[in-house]
Nanobody, 122 residues
Framework: QVQLVESGGGLVQPGGSLRLSCAASGRTFSGYAMGWFRQAPGKEREFVAA????????YYPDSVKGRFTISRDNAKNTVYLQMNSLKSEDTAVYYC???????????????WGQGTQVTVSS
């Protein structure tokens, strides 16, 4: 059974930074792509970032490109999301996901974490 545990969320002021972590267990981590998604109240879940198995390829939507960076440490079975220049519209619950390929569509991921709240507010 795969388990994904996110951490690092919290309250931050606009313009600030946060780094989310997602620790995986139960599978050979390096054999899978990882993704980050977010869901704000009343909105659908939204793609935020994805990374290939080796970490050599990363993908972002325009809304976060240049501000967010996804990375992974296969030795630690952990994927990260560095978020800089945060805006109020980044407020959401952030989820990490594990799947066979770094896709932008949530249904193509097999396992999900429980989510971590990120609130951007002054």
């Amino acid at each position: 059974q795969v388990q994904l545990v996110e951490s690092g969320g919290g309250l931050v002021q606009p313009g600030g930074s946060l780094r989310l972590s997602c620790a995986a267990s139960g599978r050979t981590f390096s054999g899978y792509a990882m993704g980050w998604f977010r869901q704000a109240p009343g909105k659908e879940r939204e793609f935020v970032a994805a990374i290939s198995r080796s970490g050599s390829n990363t993908y972002y939507p325009d809304s976060v490109k240049g501000r967010f960076t996804i990375s992974r440490d296969n030795a630690k079975n952990t994927v990260y999301l560095q978020m800089n220049s945060l805006k109020s519209e980044d407020t959401a619950v952030y989820y990490c996901a594990l799947g066979p390929a770094p896709r932008t569509v949530d249904i193509l991921y097999e396992y999900w974490g429980q989510g971590t709240q990120v609130t951007v507010s002054s």
